[in-house]
């Protein structure tokens, strides 16, 4: 369980992050969406313990961000993939079971378990390939492999997919939820595609800029599991009007407090 | 013809052709032997004398690489605080560029001075200055410039610096030492000369900085051109091993694909 109460954020006279309270429940999925430079990534990283906040508290699962981060609760799968170039696929994919091993009193994936995971999202024949060998979307394919092998309880992902094009990133989404499935953990996904948030999500938190906070969270109610043919639902479109139109209200500027 | 092949015989091409030229010249020319010897009369001194050329080759070759490895290995300890800390860099930088634009012909003698005419220390002491430089810059930039996302990764999961260090930074740092490596291969070779050159007159240790020296001194020309060449021999077998070296130890870099 993830909690904030009255976190807030400045960089300077900047203030990044205005505050906010934001509750996620065990195995929970929510994204967060919102124009470019709200806040999405500080909040994410709050949340992960790597940038302490100016205000408030985060709790997570009953201990502080930072503790949970020094016991390994968190699997971050940034914007690029972040692979080695000098460890194979197989390396890569095991590198955070091996980081700061021991203290997460619990089992990470073993060797075996890590080469089981990466045959199931189809880099059987690239174990040993550098990342180099792979196209964008493989490596994307490996940094969640690496995320869910270290399983960890919580999942912190920034916009994972932005870079990827939109056949390849539709590939992703279900294949990130096959795998969320699989093992039950929460996820806190960061993006610019409202399909995707919708897709993916049991709540969307809508984020609004300058100065950057939740302006709504919108629950979704789309049936699990999910699959592509559900986003031609009438179900689908309305949430994404939805969201849409939250997002467009929400670029219009905050007002100003006396 | 294939890419083997061309690997092999274009620096094979090149320099026929260059001791080719040299050796037309001087016939054509002809240029008196004490001005300007013939590669053909080069050679032959070279292998009609063969223990003398080898035995101290050998010599400058130690003396060489052990002022490398020991420049490679005080540059790594120097450059590690410089790339995690901007006021130790600028501290340290003002330095070595004082060392790097300090010709070593003019401090060499000043060198030997200061070790009290010990040879092996004086050639140490020059040979480790030369090579320290180039990898000093080399490893300041290689292990700054990580990739922000990973660094990030892998503080997600707590990772502490020694390990940040081993696992990122000093694999990242490589190809940029390698790169460093090369020019510090003459530069050490260069060192060990000088360290020989201005030896006192009781040097018995030999290497090709002191047959050189002796070589001048008696206007032998075949055994001083023979000796230069022996030295150059050294220095492209050296950069050759450190090619191989960088093969298999950067087969993952882009600059190994062919």
């Known amino acids: 369980m993830i909690e904030l109460r009255a976190v807030g954020h400045r960089f300077g006279a900047v203030t990044a992050l205005a505050e906010l309270d934001l509750h996620v429940a065990p195995g929970e999925l929510l994204s967060v969406i919102g124009p470019s430079g709200c806040g999405k990534s500080t909040l994410l990283r709050i949340i992960g313990g790597l940038t302490t906040p100016s205000q408030g508290q985060v709790v997570v699962n009953g201990a502080t961000a930072d503790t949970a981060r020094a016991t390994k609760q968190f699997g971050l799968v940034p914007q690029t993939p972040a692979l080695l170039p000098w460890k194979t696929v197989r390396q890569n994919a095991a590198l955070l079971t091996q980081v700061n091993r021991g203290v997460e009193r619990r089992p990470v994936a073993s060797d075996a378990a890590v080469d089981a995971m990466l045959a199931e999202v189809g880099l059987v024949e690239f174990l040993d390939a550098y990342p180099r060998q792979l196209s964008g979307g493989m490596q994307q394919r490996v940094a969640l492999v690496r995320a869910f092998a270290l399983g960890a309880p919580i999942l912190l992902m920034d916009e994972p997919f932005a870079a990827l094009d939109e056949i390849v990133r539709s590939e992703m989404r279900y294949l990130l939820l096959r795998l969320w499935q699989q093992h039950a953990a929460t996820v806190v996904f960061v993006t610019h595609s409202i399909p995707e948030a919708v897709m993916l999500s049991d709540r969307v938190a809508v984020m609004a800029a300058r100065p950057g906070r939740i302006v709504s969270i919108e629950t979704i109610d789309l049936a699990r599991p999910r699959h592509p043919d559900m986003e031609d639902s009438t179900q689908f479109l309305v949430h994404v009007a939805t969201i849409r139109r939250l997002l467009a209200a929400a670029a219009t500027p905050a007002p100003v407090r006396s | 013809m294939n890419e083997r092949a061309r690997n092999v015989l274009a620096p094979v091409v090149g320099l026929a052709v260059f001791f080719g030229l040299w050796e037309l010249l001087v016939r054509a020319f002809s240029v008196e032997a004490f001005i300007l010897q013939k590669p053909s009369t080069i050679f032959s001194n070279l292998s009609g004398a063969r223990s003398l050329y080898w035995s101290n080759g050998l010599v400058t070759l130690r003396e060489a690489a052990l002022g490398f490895v020991t420049g490679l290995l005080v540059a790594l300890v120097v450059a590690t605080p410089m790339a995690l800390s901007r006021f130790v860099e600028h501290a340290v930088q003002p330095v070595a560029v004082l060392i790097q634009v300090t010709p070593i012909i003019a401090y060499a003698p000043a060198v030997v001075i200061w070790q009290r005419g010990s040879t092996a220390r004086s050639v140490l002491v020059l040979t480790t200055i030369v090579s320290f430089v180039p990898f000093l810059f080399a490893a300041v930039t290689g292990l700054r410039s990580v990739d922000p996302a990973t660094l990030e990764l892998l503080r997600s999961v707590d990772a502490s610096g020694p390990e940040i260090y081993r696992r990122l930074r000093l694999p990242h740092a490589l190809p940029y030492l ?26 018995r240790r030999g290497g090709l900085g002191a047959l050189i020296k002796s ?41 190994q694909q062919p």
């Open chain 2, 178 to 203: 390698f790169a460093a490596g090369r020019i510090a291969v003459g530069l050490s070779l260069i060192g060990a000369v000088l360290g020989e050159w201005f030896a006192l007159a009781d040097n």
């Open chain 2, 215 to 255: 070589a001048s001194n008696q206007n032998n020309a075949p055994e001083l051109w023979a000796a230069t060449l022996a030295l150059a021999i050294i220095g492209g077998l050296a950069v050759w091993m450190l090619t191989i070296l960088e093969r298999v130890l950067l087969r993952w870099h882009s600059s």
